[in-house]
């Protein structure tokens, strides 16, 4: 599987941005997803994740309540809406697949895509 984000910019706090995660290869639907970001200097943290099925998703507490995840399976991309932003949601984010019913944890991620850069000014 691979995977190309995008949809990263500038935008100023309490605004909103959709990101969005394209996957190719056949096999995609099979695929759990998720969200993580980094800041320089920091470890990669969690953001959301989705199940093969779609539905709710799982997130961090940081963002529970502002980002949604949600996943077309036609389309074989997966997205993140995000509202209300933040300066402390300032990183570049990163799109994974995992052949897990679904996973927290970097490690447990095998597909990584490029990252898309967001910046949320005050």
């Known amino acids: 599987v691979q995977l190309q984000a995008s949809g990263g910019g500038l935008v100023q706090a309490g605004g909103s941005l959709r990101l969005s995660c394209a996957a190719s290869?056949?096999?995609?639907?099979?695929?759990?997803l998720g969200w993580f970001r980094q800041v320089p200097g920091k470890a990669r943290e969690f953001v959301a994740a989705?199940?093969?099925?779609?539905?709710?998703?799982v997130y961090a507490d940081s963002v529970e309540g502002r980002f949604t995840i949600s996943r077309d399976h036609a389309k074989n991309t997966v997205y993140l809406q995000m509202n209300s932003l933040q300066v402390e949601d300032t990183a570049i984010y990163y799109c994974?697949?995992?052949?897990?019913?679904?996973?927290?944890?970097?490690?447990?991620?095998?597909?990584w895509g490029q990252g898309t850069e967001v910046t949320v000014s005050s």
């Open positions: 290869g056949r096999t995609f639907s099979t695929y759990s």
């Open positions: 989705i199940t093969v099925s779609g539905g709710r998703g």
């Open positions: 994974a697949a995992t052949s897990r019913t679904y996973a927290l944890s970097v490690i447990n991620y095998d597909y």
